[in-house]
């Protein structure tokens, strides 16, 4: 471990050195002023390095000419790199305590002490950056893991549908976590599309891992059957096998519409998700509220899904709660703000028009995805 001695008493420096030595501690730097201190750690003008010197500890005299020990302390602390680096404060008078602790300093040292004082305050503050260390590379790979882990969900995300008769696009914004979101669409055939969007309970890797499992199954579920009732009772066989035996309830909401082009009819279910909008030319929209309860709750889930037809060009718009939901306001008025910005987008190409839809959202706190269906 690095210790760095700050003094403007070549005396002192010279005992508190030879200490440190005695008790094992070999890698010692010294400086007699706060300058020299700033060269040693690469600090030009107050401005903060780029890399940290392999300093884990300096012991810091307070009086001194030119800049002072608090002073010193303060602005090696606004540097980010240094933030977590423990000062000890060497002082014969503590008048200066309150001072010089709220700069930064984590202890004190009262110069003429006890040899055993100074070596046992040095002995816990090296302790202290080393957890701080380790913690720093725990928090390092697991924020790495998260950025893997969030590549790949939306890796794994449908690529947009560009036909003359159905356009399919979206948006998919991860909170600093992974997402329990997830969104999937298949043509069966140029008359018929299935569109679903899903929601876990909760949030970060618990939220995330259930939805990739469910993600993993849709081509086999989604690719295989088409009717919603079918869709429905199949995602909540699954859930329930994977999940159901949990003390912790694990389930998600969801809708899943089933686009019939030619005869220009949308069966859905709606299992405890925000209501979808269908919006007609110069026509108030239609909710696609909810037809049952969200999967993975019960056993024995009703199947209920309901119909709606257009026979003008239509653009339908499903959503999760980040988009509309407002701290100390209501999901109904935000779900209201949504339907009257979005008719006034209404003359927007679908991608631009989901584009405009982002800017709905409040905070970042949680996940939000959004999915335009166009039906020219």
């Known amino acids: 471990m690095s210790i760095l001695i700050v003094d403007d008493s070549r005396l002192n420096l010279v005992f508190l050195q030879n200490v440190l030595d005695a008790a094992g501690y070999k890698n010692i730097q010294t400086a007699s002023s706060a300058q020299e201190a700033f060269d040693i750690l690469s600090i030009r003008d107050q401005l903060s390095p780029r890399k940290a010197a392999a300093i884990d500890l300096i012991l810091l005299d307070i009086v001194m000419p030119g800049i002072d020990g608090i002073e010193a302390c303060r602005i090696i602390k606004s540097c980010t790199v240094y933030q977590d680096l423990p000062i000890i404060f060497l002082t014969a008078d503590r008048i200066h305590f309150k001072e010089a602790f709220n700069a930064g300093g984590m202890d004190f040292i009262e110069k003429g002490g006890p040899d055993y004082e100074l070596l046992a305050r040095v002995q816990s503050a090296i302790r202290l950056k080393k957890e701080m260390d380790s913690r720093k590379v725990r928090e390092e790979k697991v924020h790495k893991e998260l950025q893997l882990a969030k590549h790949l969900q939306r890796s794994v995300l449908s ?88 003390r912790r309830a694990a389930y998600f909401t969801a809708i899943y519409l089933f686009i019939d082009l030619e005869r220009k009819q949308i069966e859905y279910f709606n299992a405890g998700h925000p209501p979808g909008l269908l919006f007609l030319k110069d026509q108030y929209p239609t909710q696609l509220t909810g037809t049952t309860v969200p999967i993975g709750i019960q056993n024995d889930m009703k199947l209920d899904t309901a119909i709606v037809t257009y026979d003008t060009p239509a653009r339908i718009v499903l959503y999760t709660d980040g988009l509309v939901e407002k701290p100390g306001v209501s999901i109904h008025a935000g779900i209201e703000k949504l339907e009257h910005y979005a008719q006034s987008l209404y003359y927007l190409e679908n991608e631009a028009f989901v584009i405009k839809l982002e800017r709905l959202i409040q905070h970042r706190k949680d996940d939000v995805c959004i999915i335009s269906i166009e039906l020219p």
């Open 159 to 246: 690529p947009p549908i560009n036909e003359p008769a159905i356009r399919v696009h979206s948006s998919y914004l991860q909170s600093t976590e992974v997402s329990g979101d997830m969104l999937y669409w298949k043509m069966f055939d140029p008359q018929h599309c299935g569109v679903l969007l899903i929601d876990v309970s909760g949030h970060g890797i618990s939220a995330a891992l259930i939805s990739m499992s469910i993600r993993s199954l849709l081509d086999g579920i989604v690719g295989v059957v088409k009717e919603p009732h079918l869709v429905c009772e199949e995602l909540n066989k699954k859930m329930r096998a994977l999940f159901g035996k949990n």
